[in-house]
């Protein structure tokens, strides 16, 4: 077996967006998943809300946020825990659930992990695109 192929420098970027559009792609997938589980769980009594989060690395060479609405596209950085997502409007049989809240969250991690689907895409038609020196 021979060693591992060697990136050069200006290509190991293009991978590594890849890699973290991916890794963004996965956590809101699995996001996606515990919230579904919210809103199924509306009508259970005493069920809080679940919900994810990356938490940040602040490792060397990371992307920073400089405006809160820019997407976090940091992908493999940071681990991601699960937390207790109560409002503190819970009804009389103790459930925590907001279908308003809830359904909102779904969306807005929808339009993230479409956008990061789209990055994607076009990450890899540009890679096609140098791989076939043009054509």
Do not use: C, I
Request: hydrophobic share 40%.
């Amino acid at each position: 077996m021979g060693a591992p192929l060697a990136l050069s420098p200006s290509v190991a970027p293009l991978f590594d967006t890849v890699d973290r559009l991916g890794s963004a792609m996965t956590f809101h997938r699995e996001r996606h998943t515990v919230l579904a589980g919210n809103l199924a769980n509306l009508d259970t009594p005493g069920y809080r809300p679940l919900d994810l989060e990356r938490t940040p690395d602040t490792s060397a060479g990371e992307l920073t946020r400089t405006d809160p609405a820019h997407l976090d596209a940091s992908g493999t950085a940071g681990e991601v825990r699960a937390f207790d997502d109560g409002g503190t409007l819970v009804s009389p049989d103790g459930n925590a659930v907001s279908l308003e809240r809830e359904l909102a969250k779904v969306d807005a991690n929808r339009v993230r992990y479409g956008t990061s689907a789209d990055l994607v895409s076009r990450r890899m038609a540009l890679l096609k695109y140098a791989a076939g020196d043009g054509a």
